[in-house]
């Protein structure tokens, strides 16, 4: 059996973010909170990856684990919950970051009302080179069960903590695209109810290259996983895409 010794796990994939992984490794090394291990899985990245995370090798809180083989964020998360041992889980992405509180605020709110699954706000950003346009923060609804979710997708996986017990024998599935949708899909089947802290507790970049601004794509496989594993007839499909993306537009605006 192993060892608990860190009250939260935190699980970061990455593959080839090197420019900003810095900024979302420090954001948890400078939690106010320090009871954590952070678990970082490199996905094989070919560019200077290895030598920021190199910088981290001395922290004992932080567990590196670099894949010989491009395996995808779904096999990155799945080998994170896999190897870390604690009641609660936490997700950063490699190009997203926290505010320093988020930890310490999170838990104590989860502990206080006896949650197993919470998120936040979040305040997105555009990356244009070296320059950060900050969006308005959003303005999430406090709750959520599965079919509110499936009409308006906003938790962050960035912001999320969910009790270890909640997972079970769930995983990240292997798809292209919307892997945390699908994930955040199962776990709210189970009759859970998420619970927002009311307040901004993390930074998520929004990159012109990257997967979550490829919104075409994005509705294409929504329709898919609404399809095949939501079980969702046309009509449903149909309302659940077009609500995702109204709620996406006001997130975002035509990014």
Known sequence: MKNQNNYIDIILPNFNKAEYLQEAIDSVVNQTFQDWKLYIIDDSSTDDS????????????????????????????????????????????????????????????MEKNNLSFSFTDFIPFIQNRNEKKFLKKTNIQNTFNFNQFTLNSSINTTTMIIQRSLIKNLKFKKIEKLEDYLFKCQILKQNILAHKLNKASAFYRILNKSRSSQRFKNILYLWKINQKYNNFNLFRNLFSIFMISVNSLRKYGFK
């Open 50 to 109: 290895h030598e920021v995370l190199n910088s981290y090798k001395q922290i004992k809180k932080i567990s590196i684990v670099k894949l010989k083989k491009n395996k995808g964020p779904s096999f990155c998360r799945n080998l994170g919950l896999r190897i870390s041992n604690s009641n609660f889980i936490s997700f950063i992405d490699s190009d997203d970051y926290w505010e320093k509180n988020k930890l310490k605020e999170q838990i104590h709110f």
